[in-house]
């Protein structure tokens, strides 16, 4: 099992900055690749950014490309979201995602692990 938690949520204003936390624990040396989904109130839980545990490549969703960086510390099994540029549309609760295999990156159902999610709200 693993056990994922999230930090670092909250309210910032439109152009601001956030980065988000997702410290693991349990069995992590089995997780080959970790994300960060998000889900707006009446919408779909969407890809935002996953990292490869082992050599560290990175995948965005084409909205957030330019504005996120996804980043990982193995020492600290902690992988972390950086946010800049914020815009409203990027309010939502934003979860952490873990899994031991090789599918699809930003397909929710290729993961095996979520957090309990954070709230990030941005306004204008």
């Known amino acids: 099992q693993v056990q994922l938690v999230e930090s670092g949520g909250g309210l910032v204003q439109a152009g601001g900055s956030l980065r988000l936390s997702c410290s693991a624990s349990?069995?992590?040396?089995?997780?080959?690749?970790m994300g960060w989904f998000r889900q707006a109130p009446g919408k779909e839980r969407e890809f935002v950014a996953a990292i490869r545990r082992i050599d560290g490549n990175t995948y965005y969703a084409d909205s957030v490309a330019g504005r996120f960086t996804i980043s990982r510390d193995n020492a600290k099994n902690t992988v972390y979201l950086q946010m800049n540029s914020l815009k409203p549309e990027d309010t939502a609760v934003y979860y952490c995602?873990?899994?031991?295999?090789?599918?699809?990156?930003?397909?929710?159902?290729?993961?095996?692990?979520w957090g309990q999610g954070t709230q990030v709200t941005v306004s204008s």
């Open positions: 349990g069995r992590t040396f089995s997780m080959s690749r």
């Open positions: 995602a873990a899994t031991g295999s090789l599918g699809s990156y930003e397909s929710f159902g290729s993961y095996d692990y």
